[in-house]
């Protein structure tokens, strides 16, 4: 099954080098810190992603960046995670073609999971619907990575960060709010490529 590594780094300084830019071109910055990245893969399936991990090709690729620039920064517990699906394979403006992504992690407790995934494709169409001709994608961290928790990951493309922050506001925001009940704790984050 095909998914999409999430993968969060952290650069070793608050600036971020042409070197490790052009080394990782997927790569997107973190707009509430700029030293902070993430980037997203997609794989035909976990293990492919393992074996890739495992090349030489990789290693020495990797090895070099994690050794001269990056770390790997841990949200939570995790660093890097897989998504069921392909996240960023959309209708309408590609998600990585928007000028700001919000990357929101939801964990729920397994047994809210059903609950969550009724409530989203409840509400699904009120965020989708502010975000206008950019995309939402969505998808379950990988049952083998998730721990106590399921988590869903959201996905939306902005206009810019006070257009995403403007979505509070709306008229439908109380009931796309209401996912929050399922939700033990959440994390989200934006991410722009004007950075790098």
């Keep these: 099954?095909?998914?999409?590594?999430?993968?969060?780094?952290?650069?070793?300084?608050a600036t971020i080098d042409k070197v490790l830019v052009d080394s990782t071109k997927d790569a997107i910055a973190q707009v509430e810190d700029q030293s902070?990245?993430?980037?997203?893969t997609k794989w035909d399936s976990v293990v492919a992603?393992?074996?890739w991990m495992q090349s030489e090709e990789n290693k020495s690729s990797m090895g070099k960046l994690m050794g001269e620039f990056l770390t790997m920064e841990a949200l939570g517990e995790f660093a890097m995670l897989h998504v069921e699906g392909e996240l960023f394979g959309s209708t309408g403006i590609n998600l990585l073609d928007s000028p700001v992504l919000n990357v929101e992690r939801?964990?729920?407790d397994g047994e809210k999971k059903e609950a969550l995934i009724g409530k989203f494709s409840e509400v699904r169409g009120i965020l989708e619907e502010f975000a206008?001709?950019?995309?939402?994608?969505?998808g379950w961290r990988e049952a083998a990575e998730a721990e106590e928790q399921e988590e869903l990951v959201v996905i939306s493309g902005w206009e810019s960060v006070e257009k995403h922050n403007e979505f509070a506001?709306?008229?439908g925001f109380a009931k796309y709010n209401e996912i929050t009940q399922l939700v033990a704790k959440a994390d989200a984050k934006h991410?722009?490529?004007?950075?790098?």
């Design 1 to 13: 099954m095909p998914v999409t590594e999430l993968a969060f780094l952290q650069a070793k300084s």
């Design 49 to 51: 992603h393992v074996q």
């Design 36 to 40: 902070k990245l993430l980037i997203a």
């Design 132 to 138: 206008s001709q950019y995309a939402v994608s969505s």
């Design 169 to 171: 506001q709306v008229p």
């Design 106 to 108: 939801l964990f729920a």
């Design 191 to 196: 991410y722009n490529k004007r950075f790098l």
